[in-house]
């Protein structure tokens, strides 16, 4: 199995916000400590405005910031709402796909409980277990140019 980009970039784009909690961050630097193009996170942050996982803020001092707690952020449904609608296989779109073994395959069955034990094991991780704690995940994203974070001052875990 492996993670769209989209998907990968819009959890770092969620750290990113987690990491900064007090600040309203810009797109474009949360892209640039991401690794990311600006264009690409654009959408990144849309999808996740969409899905109500950020709220955008406009103006002059505008961005993006969490729509709720990172306690509250399951990235179990973070990945359902950006990569649900890719099929994991293409039995799994709803018809036979090009698989001439559709109505006679029985790995179908197995790959879908695989799938959703995936997902069930990310439901139980919150935005905050990848973040809380995390001072080298910090010193990566922190936006303060001040470099006030809570880990401010300790040595990277």
Known sequence: MRLTVRTNLAARALMACAANPDRVLRTQDIAERCNASVNHMFQVVNALQEHGFIETIRGRSGGVRLARPPERISVGAMFRDLEGSVPFTDCFEGG??????????????????????????????????????????????????????????????
Do not use: I, W
């Open 96 to 157: 036979a796909g090009t698989c001439p073994l559709h109505g006679s395959c029985r790995l179908a069955a197995y790959l879908r409980r695989a799938v959703e034990a995936f997902y069930h094991e990310l439901d139980m991780v919150t935005l905050a277990d990848l973040v809380k704690g995390n001072c080298g995940l910090e010193a990566l994203l922190d936006m303060d140019p001040r470099g006030r974070g809570q880990c401010a001052g300790m040595a990277p875990a």
